[in-house]
């Protein structure tokens, strides 16, 4: 077994000076603003108790856009209706949450490459997460 297959994947954030480039190249040119705008509202649903808004975080794996996370808290409680999930998790995997409930429901309405490769991407790192039990049970 190597080093790698031991040591969990991880995220970096997304540097400011690239920012600019992150959400059309995750949710591609057409969907940036409705991506974007889906992610935040489905973490209000997901979490009404912890999050009321805030400056986002945008992570990335290898130079390819993953997520977006909320920096107001360290932890949020994911009580909303929209999952059977109730627990607490990091900002990080409440923003993996958010970020795959929106590439799914966007799916439904718009057809794009974008939101199932992002998804696909998303979900194989979420798979090798240490949140990777809350993750998928929120998901779920």
Do not use: C
Not at 29 to 51: F, H, K, Q, T, W
Not at 61 to 71: C, D, G, V
Not at 92 to 100: D, H, M, P, S
Request: glycine share 8%; proline share 4%.
């Amino acid at each position: 077994m190597s080093i790698s297959e031991l040591t969990p994947q991880t995220a970096s954030i997304v540097s400011d000076e690239r920012r600019l480039n992150f959400l059309p190249t995750l949710f591609g040119r057409s969907l940036l603003i409705i991506g974007e705008n889906a992610v935040y509202s489905l973490m209000e649903r997901l979490s009404p108790l912890d999050y009321g808004g805030g400056f986002w975080d945008f992570y990335e794996h290898e130079e390819k856009p993953l997520f977006l996370a909320p920096r107001s808290k360290s932890r949020f409680r994911i009580t909303g209706e929209i999952t059977g999930f109730q627990g607490e998790v990091s900002a990080e995997a409440a923003g993996i949450i958010a970020t795959l409930f929106a590439f799914s429901h966007l799916s439904f309405q718009y057809q794009s490459e974008h939101l199932s490769e992002g998804y696909g991407r998303l979900y194989a790192y979420a798979a090798d997460h240490a949140e990777a039990a809350e993750i998928f049970e929120a998901i779920d």
